[in-house]
């Protein structure tokens, strides 16, 4: 058989006391922060979760819990008590922090639905301008209406246009612009009405 090097594990032995653990924790010793979220982590996340029920709110009770105590660690006096019980202490605070949370934004989704109008259909603008432009179209006249139509649906060129009408370049260059600025301010004013 060969023998193998394994490294020793952790020695029980070497794990310092929870008094210790207290004491150095007050002192600003950051492997006593890993040792008390080591040992009282899951006793924290216990009373959040019944509080609160499990999930993120109660891992953030946790964790927020956690930073408050090794912030303001020079409140932490051991000798007044051990650092279980203070941990605890700051823990509930974060829970009643989270019920008080919890109230406002109720309170707030409550009066936001009594004031607020029920929420309107969302509008499909796109087909609102189809709309407004087809009816602006059926009022168009002619040659107006062809021009626009050849323009645009048959994707034909002004000079293409005016070969085909019979018209003048100018003319049929005059349509368009007056149709166009025709169609733009009804759209546009169609359109401040319809804006919530």
Do not use: N
Request: aromatic share 6%.
């Amino acid at each position: 058989m060969v023998a193998m090097d394994v490294p020793p594990g952790p020695d029980p032995a070497d794990d310092p006391s929870d008094a210790e653990v207290g004491r150095r924790f007050a002192a600003g010793d950051e492997q006593a922060l890993a040792w008390a979220y080591e040992r009282w982590g899951a006793q924290l996340h216990g009373a959040a979760v019944r509080a609160l029920g499990p999930g993120p709110e109660a891992e953030d009770v946790v964790q927020q819990s956690f930073v408050s105590a090794w912030t303001g660690r020079h409140g932490y006096r051991p000798d007044a008590g051990p650092l279980p019980a203070w941990l605890t202490g700051i823990c509930r605070h974060r829970i009643a922090d989270a019920w008080a949370r919890r109230e406002r934004d109720r309170r707030v989704e409550d009066a936001a639905g009594t004031t607020a109008a029920p929420p309107a259909e969302p509008v499909d603008r796109v087909a609102v301008d189809r709309v407004l432009v087809l009816g602006e179209l059926a009022r168009l006249g002619q040659p107006q209406r062809g021009i626009i139509e050849l323009a645009f649906y048959a994707d034909l060129t002004h000079s293409e246009i005016a070969e085909r009408l019979g018209l003048p370049l100018g003319t049929v260059k005059s349509h368009i612009r007056r149709t166009l600025e025709r169609l733009r301010t009804r759209l546009e004013a169609d359109g401040a009405a319809l804006q919530p």
